[in-house]
């Protein structure tokens, strides 16, 4: 009996070999399912943190939803919050200055991100110091970067607004942020001084692998430096720029931070933009329930630019 068992022991029978789980792993890790059973884990994570607060955040848009109101319920309420808001004149205010906003911030953070990429791209002496220091910009974080130039430009105290009296630009110092005229410039400004270095980085990137002999064989044909700009490096750089203008849109779409910390949409509403309204509907409010349906409108308008742009530039024909 003793050696029968033996001989089990050292000859197992296929039976017992089919359900060892590390033999059944070692023959599944063979077959073709294996690389789909490893996406499992990284599925879970984007369900749980990416595709259930977005379906949560288009049914919040059709329900009631105010924490100070408890008696009117959580229940549907169809397109209430969409009917309201296209009666809303902030929220087409809102809508306007979003347009404003993202379209001269990136406007000026590209052109200023592009300068820098293309003086860093020399090799010069100096250019990685002159790499960190563009860079640092974008290291701050919003609030910082919000609190520093509320400072700098403080009608009372700004060393900005001391400069430019001392030059005779203005003969007194301005509340830039408190005027109506002049709120949303400053902020675009302070916006554009704070995210110019991504556009830097990414174009910078993309400049290293432009090939040399395009520009050399353009100069020996007579291209001068703006002829080499206009007809090598930005259409080298197209697929670069478009994945840097849809991300840094995004950004500015979805980023109330900074117009929160310098202006609060003042004012009156001239610096009120979707995602700040969003946000004071939904955290000053409590109106969970608008405030998700501002954040659908968002969503559609960021697919529909992204689509849009994608299209027009034709950097998917590349």
């Keep these: 009996m003793a050696e029968r068992m033996s001989a089990l022991a050292q000859n197992p029978p296929s039976v017992w070999r089919r359900l060892d789980p590390a033999a059944a792993l070692g023959r599944l890790s063979e077959t073709r399912y294996w690389m789909y059973l490893l996406l499992v884990p990284s599925a879970i994570l984007i369900l749980a943190v990416v595709l259930y607060p977005t379906v949560y955040g288009f049914q919040l848009s059709f329900r009631q939803m105010r924490l100070n109101r408890p008696d009117l319920g959580t229940g549907f309420v169809g397109f209430k919050h969409y009917i309201a808001m296209w009666h809303d004149k902030v929220f087409w205010l809102s809508l306007r200055n979003t347009a404003v906003w993202v379209t001269f911030a990136v406007i000026i953070e590209f052109g200023l991100g592009l300068v820098a990429a293309l003086a860093l791209n020399r090799n010069l002496p100096g250019t990685k110091i002159m790499g960190v220091l563009i860079l640092l910009p974008f290291f701050l974080p919003n609030v910082v970067a919000g609190h520093m130039w509320a400072l700098l430009l403080d009608p009372r105290l700004g060393v900005i607004n001391d400069i430019l009296v001392r030059v005779g630009i203005l003969d007194t110092y301005k509340a830039w942020f408190a005027d109506p ?116 409108v968002m969503f559609v308008l960021l697919m529909l630019f992204a689509w849009a742009y994608v299209r027009v530039s034709k950097v998917n024909q590349d």
């Design 181 to 296: 005229s002049t709120a949303l410039g400053a902020a675009i400004l302070v916006e554009a001084w704070h995210g110019f270095p991504f556009f830097a980085l990414l174009l910078l990137a993309g400049l290293k692998g432009v090939p040399d002999d395009l520009y050399k064989a353009a100069s020996v044909d007579g291209a001068g430096p703006i002829r080499q700009l206009r007809l090598i490096t930005l259409p080298m750089l197209r697929s670069v720029i478009a994945a840097a203008v849809i991300l840094r849109v995004i950004g500015l779409v979805n980023s109330p931070d900074l117009l929160l910390i310098l202006t609060g949409g003042g004012p009156g509403q001239s610096t009120q933009v979707l995602s700040l309204y969003a946000f004071q509907k939904a955290y000053k409010d409590f109106n969970f329930g608008y405030a998700g349906a501002l954040s659908v």
